[in-house]
């Protein structure tokens, strides 16, 4: 199996790897040129052969398109809550196949979290494009700047949208699906605590379907990627 990398530029007819990843290329990898790799390139999956080789930049013309998997029509709008737990749920999420995700501010979202978020977010853009590599994704998942909850529900386009709720008992996560596939679904997570009654009310006044995943509690991490992982059932 090839080696895959995402370029970092690219025009009709060649890409190119700058900083890090020519760095690593070139001098861990020792690419020569004529060495055949996969390039992801403005989105689309291309067999590729090197050209050129410099210290910080390796440049590759674009040879045949090849068949990738789309991302999953799936915004995850998840509210912030400690970094190192947010990260893995971004690189898990990203893995999974999230097409973008949205840091959101909630009403418990801790205060030093979210005074922090808004330079944080390079970083997470950072762990998904390496864990976009790594799981072999011809996409990086868009990942927004931080918005406070109610500015992410009035810009938020999806037809469907999903709240996971404590408090809800009925509805499933795979029954408000019903298995459908067509347009975007939007699927918001709750910070440590859950969300605020106040913001329970914002989510019904914008037409979100409330949703259990069962009878336990889990972590906002947990409850992320289980939720990713039934939605991509039906969604792919």
């Known amino acids: 199996m090839r080696r895959r990398f995402i370029a970092d530029t690219w025009t009709d007819t060649t890409a190119a790897l700058t900083g890090d990843q020519a760095v690593h290329l070139a001098r861990v990898l020792r690419a020569e040129p004529g060495q ?42 998840l509210a912030i809550f400690k970094f190192d737990h947010f990260e ?32 944080r977010v ?17 996409d990086i998942p868009a990942i927004g700047d931080p918005f406070p909850l109610k500015l992410a529900l009035e810009q938020e386009s999806a037809a469907t949208r999903i709240l996971l709720s404590e408090t809800e008992q009925e509805v499933t996560l795979k029954s408000a699906l019903g298995g459908s596939k067509a347009g975007e679904v939007a699927l918001a997570i709750g910070p440590e605590g859950g ?35 039934i939605s991509s059932t039906c969604l792919s």
């Open 195 to 229: 969300w605020a009654p106040e913001e329970m009310a914002l989510f019904t006044t914008h037409q979100w379907t409330h949703v259990t995943l069962g009878p336990r509690i889990l972590r906002a991490e947990t409850a992320a990627i289980a939720a990713i992982a």
């Open 122 to 138: 390079e970083r997470w853009r950072r762990i998904a494009l390496e864990a976009a590599k790594q799981s072999r994704r011809t």
């Open 88 to 119: 893995w749920a971004v690189e898990k999420a990203t893995e999974l196949g999230v097409g973008s995700i949205t840091p959101v501010l909630a009403r418990r979202t801790e205060k030093h979290l979210a005074q922090a978020a808004a330079k």
């Open 36 to 77: 055949i790799y996969d390039i992801v390139a403005n989105g689309f999956l291309h067999r590729a052969e090197i050209t050129r080789v410099a210290a910080d930049e390796v440049v590759f013309t674009l040879h045949e398109e090849l068949e990738a998997n789309a991302a999953l029509p799936l915004h995850l709008l």
